[in-house]
C-alpha cells in the first residue's frame, strides 16, 4: 500500500495551490487536536473506572504507556491533561465537573492544541490556590476563548494579568530558612612527625580565609642587611597560619588557655632544654628537637615537663615564666612590635623572647624580654645574633661576624620617632 501512496502523494502536492495547501496544514491539524482530544476523553474515563479492573495495570499512565509505547513521564502528562479536561462520573447519575471545562470544549472542537492546554491548565492551578471556585471558572473562559485565536506568549501575558488581578499582593513572602554552610577540616598525623590538614570551605569561609592568609603571608620587604623573602607562596601561606594560630591562642577568651599562649605539653631532660640538644616529645605523641622546645618555652607556646636525668619530673609548667598581661602591654608599648633591626611585624604578631632563658635562670621581667615576631625569635634561636637591653632600656642587637667584623649593635628604628 504505501510503495503506491508514496510516489503520487509528490506529484498531487505538487499541482495543489498554496491555497489548498494551507487549508491541508490547518484541517489535519484540527484532526490531530481533535483525535488528541478525543484519546484524552478515553483516558479520563479509564482513570475514573480504574485501569487495575479493566487492564490489570495499577493505573491508566502504566497501561497508556505501554499502549501508546511512550515513556511513562511522557504518559502521565497525557493522563494527567485528561483528567483535568474531562468530566468524571459521580454518584448515580451526577457528575463532577472539569477542572477547565471551557479548555476541554476547546480542545475538543480541535481549536487548541496540547500546548495550549499545558499552558492554561498551568496558569488556572496557580490561580486556584488563592482564590474561590468561581474566580477559577472565570479566567478559564477568558484563557480558552483567547487561546482560540492566540498563541502561547499571548495566553501566558494574559494569565499573569489575571494572577495581578486577583492577587495583586502575591504569596506572602517566607524568609527560608538558610542551609547551613558547608565545612569540612581534616586533621592528620603523618609518621615522620608532621601534619597534613586538609578540607572544603563554603565560599564565603574559603574567601576569608584566602584573604588572611594572603595579608598575613605578605613577603617580607627587604632589611637594611639587602636580605630578600625568598619563600614561596605555599611556604608563605604556612607561615600566616602559624600566625593566626598565635594569635587565636593569645586571645582572653580562647576556650581552656585563660589567656595564656599555652599549645602543647613537651617533655624534655632538663640538660637538653639547657643545652639545646637532644629531643624532647611533643603532646606525648611526637618529637621535636630540644633546640625547638626551647625557643617555644620563651612565650608559652607549651607547657614543657621537664625529667630530670632519672626521669623524674622536675616541673610542669613553672607559672612565673609566664608574661603577664600587664607585661605583655608594656612590651608593646615599649618595642611598638618585633624589635629586630628592620622588621615591620605589628605587636600581635610578635612572641615574647626571654633574652636569658628562664631555663638558665632567666627572670620574666622587662629587663629580660623583647618582642620577637616567629621569623626573627627562630633567628635569634638558631643563629650568632645576639640580643641584650640597653643602659636606655631599649632592646638592641648584636650581628655575628659574618655580617659585620666589629659586631656594632643595631636598633629598629622603624617603630619609634627618631629624635
Not at 173 to 195: C, I, N, S
Not at 291 to 316: F, H, K, N, Q
Not at 400 to 412: K, S, T
Request: aromatic share 6%.
Amino acid at each position: 500500500m504505501s510503495e503506491t501512496f508514496l510516489p503520487e502523494l509528490p506529484q498531487e502536492l505538487w499541482r495543489a495551490g498554496k491555497l489548498e495547501l494551507a487549508h491541508g496544514v490547518t484541517h489535519l491539524l484540527q484532526v490531530m487536536r481533535m483525535a488528541s482530544a478525543g484519546v484524552g476523553k478515553y483516558l479520563a474515563e479509564i482513570e475514573s473506572r480504574g485501569t487495575e479492573d479493566l487492564f490489570g495495570y495499577g493505573n491508566a499512565s502504566s497501561w497508556f504507556a505501554d499502549v501508546a509505547r511512550i515513556s511513562l513521564g511522557d504518559a502521565r502528562d497525557v493522563v494527567k491533561r485528561a483528567v483535568a479536561l474531562n468530566p468524571a462520573p459521580g454518584v448515580g447519575d451526577a457528575e463532577i465537573a472539569a477542572f477547565a471545562p471551557e479548555t476541554g470544549a476547546a480542545a475538543a472542537d480541535g481549536a487548541i492544541g496540547d500546548q495550549h492546554s499545558d499552558l492554561i491548565l498551568e496558569i488556572l492551578r496557580k490561580i486556584a490556590s488563592d482564590v474561590p471556585r468561581e474566580k477559577v471558572e472565570g479566567a478559564d473562559k477568558i484563557l480558552a476563548g483567547l487561546a482560540r485565536h492566540a498563541g502561547p506568549k499571548e495566553i501566558a501575558e494574559a494569565g499573569a494579568g489575571i494572577l495581578a488581578h486577583l492577587d495583586p499582593d502575591g504569596n506572602e513572602p517566607k524568609d527560608p530558612e538558610p542551609a547551613p554552610p558547608r565545612r569540612e577540616l581534616f586533621v592528620e598525623r603523618r609518621k615522620d612527625g608532621f601534619w597534613r590538614v586538609s578540607g572544603l570551605l563554603d565560599p564565603e569561609t574559603g574567601a576569608r580565609t584566602a584573604a588572611v592568609l594572603d595579608a598575613y603571608g605578605a613577603r617580607r620587604p627587604v632589611d637594611e642587611f639587602g636580605q630578600a623573602d625568598h619563600r614561596t607562596m605555599p611556604q608563605r601561606r604556612g607561615d600566616a597560619w602559624a600566625d593566626v594560630l598565635d594569635l587565636a591562642m593569645a586571645c582572653p577568651d580562647q576556650p581552656g588557655t585563660a589567656g595564656y599562649r599555652t599549645l602543647v605539653h613537651v617533655t624534655v631532660s632538663l640538660e637538653d632544654l639547657k643545652t639545646g640538644f637532644g629531643n624532647a616529645c611533643l603532646d606525648f605523641v611526637g618529637e621535636i628537637t630540644a633546640r625547638e622546645a626551647r625557643m617555644m618555652a620563651c612565650d608559652c607556646l607549651m607547657i614543657p615537663v621537664v625529667l630530670s636525668a632519672a626521669g623524674e619530673p622536675l616541673d610542669v609548667g613553672r607559672m612565673k615564666r609566664f608574661v603577664t598581661p600587664g607585661q605583655r602591654r608594656a612590651l608593646n608599648i615599649r618595642d611598638g612590635g618585633c624589635a629586630f633591626p628592620g622588621c615591620h611585624r605589628a605587636p600581635k604578631h610578635c612572641h615574647a623572647h626571654h633574652i636569658e632563658h628562664w631555663a638558665d635562670g632567666g627572670r620574666t621581667d622587662l629587663r629580660n624580654l623583647v618582642l620577637l615576631c616567629g621569623f626573627h625569635h627562630r633567628l635569634i634561636h638558631h643563629d650568632d645574633w645576639q640580643v641584650r637591653i640597653a643602659a636606655d632600656g631599649i632592646p638592641e642587637f648584636v650581628p655575628p661576624q659574618y655580617l659585620d667584623p666589629l659586631r656594632h649593635p643595631r636598633r629598629n628604628i622603624l617603630h619609634r620617632v627618631v629624635t
